[in-house]
């Protein structure tokens, strides 16, 4: 079940909402239970059997993080790591392993063919933090395992994120606030979401599918192609986070922010501060700052950087698409920390990094780096036409999204509600009913049965 499904817009969030604010239980522990018990249920929808993995994990973590600041804190830890890292490692990266060692070796084992639990990257990766989190005293362990169950499972961020940190949400799970205001800004925040993944990521997916998947050689279709990735995995994966951040705040939740903007970055490095930031927050905690971060000399940095883009770039999928895109970027930063040249070439930096991170989109979209490779020659023109039918079909056909892509990649919204003045309550009822008309129109695509495919099921 996703967000953008009619099922979970009519019937599962409804009676959710219901019984949460049903004025008969008033308490706390009342509410965590219903979130919890909907939240099971969510993931059980499209994982009945792994559901039990995951309520595995949350046991196991829940009685490592009751020992987790003890004397054997530090064993603790590493349990936890071995037990989260271990079980991502069997049902994420075992057939690869094993593929690699057949090739390498020249040995013929059983290739194990697991399918992959959906959003295991990112609940693994909570219960981590939960249990470092405990060990480091920047929060208490739950004795409660209800409330450990409702962090790990929580179903706004359960499948797709954003990754949320134990320790910006602990005393939320205990203590929280609903109120009309923030229920009201949740539903705002929700609405937005759902538009950029209905009307713009759903659309120019239809152009980045089309042209990646099947064999095109024209230039401008290749540039086209990869334009219109660069905007389906921008719209698709920070609509789906504006729609939990929306949720959390309905149930009473604040999570960080996810996405900022990233595609107006004058640097790569100012790229992944605005991109996937929980998952950027999470490295730099857990992994990059413990091995001494930036205040290091110069060899240790650069092993720092690599460590952290090799995890990056392997967390996103068994593929060594995914380690090859993650050593790009390794190669790319440890140039703009080691040289600072970005801060010398003004606004030419913006041209420079959507000119990366572009070329990483269509490394990243590739199935095998010879595609990549392939893709990437018939960009520069190498063996190709500069334009072709394909080229006028898909702008002829799909220009509208294109543009309102482009154009809602800047910080439009924000503009237009200043220029507004929204804090009076006319435009905010203006604001509201705008929102409200374009959610009908996005709802009129989904019951049509538009093309709706969700990226980040597959991490």
């Known amino acids: 079940m996703v967000f953008s499904q009619t099922t979970f817009l009519f019937l599962f969030l409804p009676i959710v909402l219901i019984l949460y604010y049903n004025p008969l239980f008033k308490s706390n522990s009342f509410k965590n239970t219903i979130l919890v018990i909907s939240s099971i249920l969510f993931y059980a929808w499209g994982e009945p059997v792994y559901v039990l993995l995951m309520i595995g994990s949350i046991i196991v973590n829940w009685l490592l993080g009751l020992k987790a600041d003890g004397k054997k804190g530090k064993t603790i830890v590493t349990l936890s790591v071995i037990f989260n890292i271990g079980l991502l490692f069997v049902f994420k990266y075992s057939g690869f392993a094993v593929e690699n060692v057949n090739l390498l070796l020249n040995l013929n084992l059983t290739v194990p063919k697991l399918s992959l639990p959906i959003g295991i990257s990112f609940f693994t990766f909570q219960a981590l933090s939960y249990v470092i989190d405990v060990y480091r005293h920047d929060g208490e362990s739950q004795k409660n395992p209800m409330n450990v169950a409702l962090y790990i499972s929580f179903f706004p961020q359960l499948i797709a994120g954003p990754i949320v940190r134990y320790n910006t949400i602990a005393q939320q799970i205990n203590r929280r606030e609903e109120s009309l205001s923030h229920f009201t800004e949740g539903t705002y925040r929700f609405i937005y979401g759902f538009l950029k993944k209905v009307i713009i990521a759903n659309n ?50 604040d999570f960080s922010e996810n996405f900022n ?36 000399s110069k060899p240790k940095l650069v092993r720092n950087l690599f460590v952290v883009w090799a995890l990056t770039g392997i967390w996103h999928g068994a ?55 392939d893709y990437l020659k018939n960009m520069v023109g190498i063996g190709t036409s500069l334009t072709d039918d394909d080229t006028l079909f898909y702008l002829s056909n799909y220009r509208f999204y294109l543009i ?26 203006i604001y509201g009913i705008m929102l409200l008309i374009l959610f009908l129109l996005a709802i009129t695509f989904i019951v049509k049965g538009s093309y709706n495919p969700f990226i980040y099921f597959n991490f």
Do not use: C
């Not at 004058?266 to 001494?292: K, Q």
């Not at 959507?354 to 590739?366: A, E, H, K």
């Open 319 to 373: 593929n060594w698409t995914f380690f090859v895109w993650g050593l790009m970027f390794f190669v790319i930063l440890t140039i703009e920390k080691l040289t600072g040249f970005t801060k010398k070439i003004g606004v030419f930096g913006h041209l420079y990094t959507l000119l990366i991170v572009i070329v990483g989109w269509v490394i990243f979209r590739s199935d095998n780096l010879g595609m990549a490779v």
């Open 261 to 296: 903007y990233p595609y107006i970055s004058r640097s790569v490095s100012e790229f992944w501060r605005r991109w996937h930031i929980s998952l950027g927050t999470w490295f730099r905690d857990y992994v990059y700052f413990p091995l001494g971060g930036s205040r290091v």
């Open 204 to 253: 120019v997916a239809i152009v980045a599918d089309g042209i990646f998947d099947n064999e095109h050689n024209a230039v401008a279709t290749a540039w086209l192609g990869a334009v219109a990735y660069t905007l389906q995995i921008f719209f698709d994966f920070s609509g789906y986070s504006e729609m939990a951040i929306g949720l959390g705040k309905m149930f009473g939740f």
């Open 404 to 429: 309102i892509g482009v154009i809602f990649s800047f910080p439009i919204v924000p503009k237009i509600k200043d220029r507004l003045n929204l804090g009076k309550p006319v435009f905010n009822v």
